[in-house]
């Protein structure tokens, strides 16, 4: 679960055991946490982040989609590959 972007404080990763899902990414900060699916970019699970809190995380996420969707093929094909 290696972190792959750190914005604000917000922690973003993949979990390997989840590539096989549509493109997602988990978001952590303190103790919080919540899942975003990255085509169309909506919340899959909020966790216990506040709504202000969320839109942020999702604007986070649509200025930084490129990485991320680049990230998860990444992750993708080194699992394919092994």
């Given at each position: 679960?290696?972190?792959?972007?750190?914005?604000k404080g917000y922690r973003f990763w993949f979990y390997e055991t989840d590539l096989d899902e549509p493109a997602h990414v988990h978001v952590g900060k303190e103790d919080?946490?919540?899942?975003?699916?990255?085509?169309?970019v909506?919340?899959?699970q909020a966790g216990r982040f506040r709504p202000?809190?969320?839109?942020e995380i999702e604007h986070i996420i649509k200025d930084n989609l490129d990485f991320l969707l680049r990230a998860w093929e990444k992750e993708q094909n080194k699992r394919a590959h092994g």
């Open positions: 679960m290696p972190v792959i972007l750190r914005v919080q946490d919540a899942k975003y699916w990255l085509d169309p909506t919340v899959a202000v809190d969320l839109r």
